[in-house]
């Protein structure tokens, strides 16, 4: 047994070096070559392609519990990030642009999830599948693209900050909701039970920040990766095992960090380990999605990519217009925040465990598909931002001539 997972543990790896470095060299984002990767070589794979199957990787504990990891790291690296003291500051511009995007962009997920026969947890969760940005590929995107300096991308990255608090209480009720049964009635305890754990984390890691530097400071690299690490994913494991989102939880051990010495070594040591943790997530979506279960919901698919690109772009552009941003550069904050990713995976992973089948079924294929079409939305919006922004407001131009 253990011989045969370990076996499937290295293609899963092997699979995802040669995946990555495909689409490295074809200048794409690496996230939707993990997920086709996953579905490659995964249980729903051909049987057999040349006399020789294809299906050598199975949902096994072992990628389950790494994808697990996954999701925990990717998480806590975003609360690293985090600076409570900007939010404060900007507070108004900020609640206002969240607010408009917020707003159009749920919307337009609620009206998806009513218009195509989904109950009441059904849209709900469509609904977060195609609210929230994916930090991850945005901010690559960026810095790719050398938008950081640029006045939008404090727009872009504001809003995806706000975008991160809601998804926090997002992931905590859809965690409580899915969880205790499928109804908001059963799900109360759970609800209350998780929102208690997720508070006194959030005060923890708030006021605890001036002992970090004194907990987990070592000169040893080795003990320094494996506490930063451990703690991570203990106390995820522990939101779970109360009903909470292990997702969250990392958010909140990640801003503890936030502003102590230790960031910078964090991001240097642990960055490598997140990244293949994360990358064995990835794969692991894959590795559960049916391509015929895809297919089978195409056309919902097909108007969510137009409809919801249409939305983070009316979204965008109004926010870069609080801003103060000129015409050009308030298309490039919508254009900036088109790619959906890793947010909506983690949503696709709770309906999943759903009891619902339908939602079990066709949310996760859905939230596949939806991935990788926007990630390449996304990143060709950024890719061609400039030729985009500036075809807009000569479109512009001409109206107002009229």
């Known amino acids: 047994m253990a011989e045969a997972l370990l076996l499937e ?30 579905i490659l070589v995964g249980p729903h794979a051909p049987t057999s392609v040349a006399t020789v199957s294809l299906q050598l990787v199975s949902e096994s504990a072992v ?10 790291l990717l998480l806590f690296f975003l609360g690293l990030e985090f600076d409570v003291g900007t939010l404060v500051r900007n507070r108004r511009r900020l609640s206002a642009v969240g607010g408009i995007d917020l707003a159009v962009n749920a919307a337009v997920g609620v009206a998806l999830g009513v218009a195509f026969g989904f109950g ?38 504001g809003t995806l900050v706000v975008e991160d608090l809601v998804i926090a209480v997002y992931l905590a009720v859809v965690a409580a909701v899915v969880g205790g049964g499928g109804t908001v009635g059963s799900a109360l305890t759970t609800v209350v039970q998780s929102f208690v754990f997720l508070t006194a984390l959030a005060g923890a890691a708030h006021f605890g ?80 999605t049916d391509l015929l279960v895809v297919a089978d919901v195409w ?33 490039r904050v919508g254009l900036g925040l088109v790619a959906r990713g890793e947010f909506s995976l983690i949503v696709a992973t709770l309906a999943a465990t759903s009891a619902n089948p339908t939602i079990r079924t066709v949310v996760p294929a859905f939230a596949v598909g939806y991935v990788i079409a926007m990630s390449f939305v996304g990143s060709l919006s950024v890719q ?11 479109w512009r131009r001409g109206r107002e001539s009229l």
């Open 384 to 394: 061609y931002g400039a030729t985009l922004s500036e075809s807009f407001k000569n």
């Open 63 to 72: 990628v389950e519990t790494a994808a697990e990891v996954g999701i925990v």
């Open 209 to 288: 920040t001036e002992y970090v530097d004194r907990v987990f400071g070592t000169e040893a690299d080795e003990l320094f990766v494996l506490r930063v690490v451990g703690t991570t994913v203990l106390v995820g494991g522990a939101a779970l095992s109360v009903g909470a989102s292990e997702a969250v939880a990392a958010f909140f051990v990640g801003t503890a960090f936030h502003g102590t010495d230790l960031v910078h070594r964090v991001e240097s040591l642990v960055v490598p380990v997140r990244d293949v943790f994360a990358a064995l997530f990835f794969f692991a979506v894959g590795l559960g």
């Open 120 to 157: 009441p947890i059904g849209v709900l969760l469509v609904t977060g599948v195609v609210y929230i940005s994916s930090s991850a590929i945005v901010t690559k995107a960026l810095t790719d693209a050398g938008w950081l300096a640029n006045p939008e991308s404090e727009v872009i990255l």
């Open 9 to 38: 543990l290295g293609v899963a790896l092997a699979v995802l070096a040669v995946a990555g470095s495909v689409a490295r060299y074809f200048d794409q984002p690496v996230i939707p070559a993990y997920i086709a990767a996953g």
């Open 299 to 331: 056309l919902l698919l097909a108007v969510a990519v137009v409809a919801t690109t249409a939305a983070k772009l009316a979204s965008g552009y109004a926010s870069g217009r609080v801003y103060g941003l000129d015409e050009r550069r308030s298309a």
